[in-house]
T-cell receptor
Framework: GAVVSQHPSRVICKSGTSVKIECRSLDFQATTMFWYRQFPKQSLMLMATSNEGSKATYEQGVEKDKFLINHASLTLSTLTVTSAHPEDSSFYIC????????????FGSGTRLTVV | AQSVTQPDIHITVSEGASLELRCNYSYGATPYLFWYVQSPGQGLQLLLKYFSGDTLVQGIKGFEAEFKRSQSSFNLRKPSVHWSDAAEYFCAVGAPGGYQKVTFGTGTKLQVIP
């Protein structure tokens, strides 16, 4: 079945630095990928929709200059948290749709970001 | 706008007992509906999905869900719960067609006691 690989699974960074999270569709092409954020004991909130070859679409309230999304190929989308602060600490998850499996959404395993 | 309500934040069941997790959605037409499971610190795994057709959907790990249009519900069921089923369960709704965003419910945490 469709597999989405997300890397790294855990990252700790210092305040003010940037962190890049990668999301790869391993056995299918994903023209669209989605980035979610999950706060402790809460649900997933959509941050942005990543479109291959074009600008990402951000949800209301999400700072596009802080959360940079790049979708340069049909199998890779990246989320860069710039100038990270402790309040950016969260669980970030990406997902992609596999058209061949009737648009089933496949999720990555997530990235636990801790900013110290 | 689409929305999902999972009225039960936390459910405790005994191993071997049956399980039903509730999910109600709000959408103008027939949406795409999903159930996902998340183990602590892990990503999401799709249990099952409904797009159209038979309203009783079979998923992995012995789970099933029934789409009831009249009640705007998509409840998840399992006849006999195993200790390994302890996790957080999310119901989600999406607009029909490809590449539409999905809205998640707040989740139900399932505890299984021996």
């Amino acid at each position: 079945g469709a597999v989405v690989s997300q890397h790294p699974s855990r990252v700790i960074c210092k305040s003010g630095t940037s962190v890049k999270i990668e999301c790869r569709s391993l056995d299918f092409q994903a023209t669209t990928m989605f980035w979610y954020r999950q706060f402790p004991k809460q649900s997933l909130m959509l941050m942005a929709t990543s479109n291959e070859g074009s600008k990402a679409t951000y949800e209301q309230g999400v700072e596009k200059d802080k959360f940079l999304i790049n979708h340069a190929s049909l199998t890779l989308s990246t989320l860069t948290v710039t100038s990270a602060h402790p309040e950016d600490s969260s669980f970030y998850i990406c997902s992609a749709q596999d058209r061949t499996s009737n648009y089933g959404y496949t999720f990555g395993s997530g990235t636990r970001l801790t900013v110290v | 706008a689409q929305s999902v309500t999972q009225p039960d934040i936390h459910i405790t069941v005994s191993e071997g007992a049956s399980l039903e997790l509730r999910c109600n959605y709000s959408y103008g037409a027939t949406p795409y509906l999903f159930w996902y499971v998340q183990s602590p610190g892990q990503g999401l795994q799709l249990l099952l999905k409904y797009f159209s057709g038979d309203t009783l959907v079979q998923g992995i790990k012995g789970f099933e869900a029934e789409f009831k249009r009249s009640q705007s519900s998509f409840n998840l069921r399992k006849p006999s719960v195993h200790w390994s089923d302890a996790a957080e369960y999310f119901c989600a709704v999406g607009a029909p067609g490809g590449y539409q965003k999905v809205t998640f419910g707040t989740g139900t945490k399932l505890q299984v006691i021996p």
